[in-house]
C-alpha cells in the first residue's frame, strides 16, 4: 500500500523515521507522469532540508510525496495518477539495491 502526503510535513518526516527502509517518489501537488521521481526513504534529496528552503516543501508546497514500502505498491499508486512508469530513478536506489 503506498500512502500520498500532500500537507503534512511532520507526518513525513515521522513516516521517513520509521520506514528507513522505505521508498518515497516524489510528484508535483498535481501529478503528472512527466515528474515521478523515486527516491529511498534515507535520500538526502527528499528527507533533508536545504538551505533557503522553507518548512513545509517537502508536502506542503508544490511538491507532495508518495510513500510505500515496495517498488509494486508505488507503481501502481502512480498508474492512478496516469503514470506508467517513474519518470527517473534517483542514484540513491542504486545504493539501496547493492546492499
Ligand atoms: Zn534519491
Redesign the pocket.
Known amino acids: 500500500m503506498a500512502l500520498l502526503f500532500d500537507d503534512n510535513d511532520d507526518r513525513y518526516l515521522q513516516w521517513l523515521t520509521q520506514n528507513p527502509g522505505g521508498l518515497v517518489v516524489n510528484c508535483r501537488r498535481t501529478p503528472s507522469s512527466e515528474y515521478m521521481v523515486l527516491?529511498?526513504a534515507t535520500?538526502p534529496?527528499?528527507s533533508k532540508i536545504r538551505r533557503n528552503q522553507r518548512a513545509g516543501g517537502f508536502t506542503e508546497k508544490s511538491y507532495v510525496k508518495l510513500c510505500g514500502t515496495s517498488e509494486d505498491d508505488l507503481r501502481k499508486a502512480i498508474r492512478e495518477f496516469d503514470a506508467q512508469d517513474f519518470s527517473k530513478v534517483?542514484?540513491?536506489m542504486a545504493t539501496k539495491n547493492r546492499f
Open positions: 527516491h529511498t535520500c534529496h527528499i534517483c542514484r540513491c
